[in-house]
């Protein structure tokens, strides 16, 4: 297990929480911006740090292109703000049967 230090007090950072770390700060350890498009009450993150994620997202700022998403870390949950830049906002209705993106690889929107 290894240790993070949060508001001076040492706290224990378990494999699974140290591999997610890893996979959004890169070998850098820099997270970047990330960009996706919406639909209806999901987004689907396209590149970026957080390419691929499929959590919920509970706040959208698309004039300062952040969003606020809630992420499991040392035992609770903790709302993290990331960079987030939502290029179009597409309705469902718009889109052909065969454009439709699956679901169960977007991100959820709590509130708008």
Same mark, same amino acid.
């Given at each position: 297990?290894?240790?993070?230090?949060?508001?001076?007090?040492?706290?224990?950072?378990?494999?699974?929480?140290?591999?997610?770390?890893?996979?959004?700060?890169?070998?850098?350890?820099?997270?970047?911006?990330?960009?996706?498009?919406?639909?209806? =009450?999901?987004?689907?993150?396209?590149?970026?740090?957080?390419?691929?994620?499929?959590?919920?997202?509970?706040?959208?700022?698309?004039?300062?292109?952040?969003?606020?998403?809630?992420?499991?870390?040392?035992?609770? =949950?903790?709302?993290?703000?990331?960079?987030?830049?939502?290029?179009?906002?597409?309705?469902?209705?718009?889109?052909?049967?065969?454009?439709?993106?699956?679901?169960?690889?977007?991100?959820?929107?709590?509130?708008?």
């Amino acid at each position: 297990m290894k240790l993070l230090l949060v508001d001076g007090k040492v706290t224990p950072i378990r494999p699974e929480e140290e591999e997610y770390l890893t996979r959004i700060g890169g070998d850098e350890h820099i997270v970047r911006n990330s960009i996706g498009f919406r639909v209806d =009450d999901m987004v689907s993150i396209t590149s970026g740090s957080f390419k691929g994620w499929k959590g919920e997202i509970i706040k959208i700022d698309r004039h300062k292109r952040r969003a606020v998403i809630s992420v499991p870390m040392m035992g609770r =949950d903790v709302e993290v703000t990331i960079g987030l830049e939502i290029i179009k906002n597409i309705s469902g209705d718009e889109l052909q049967p065969d454009e439709k993106p699956d679901r169960g690889e977007m991100a959820r929107i709590v509130s708008a």
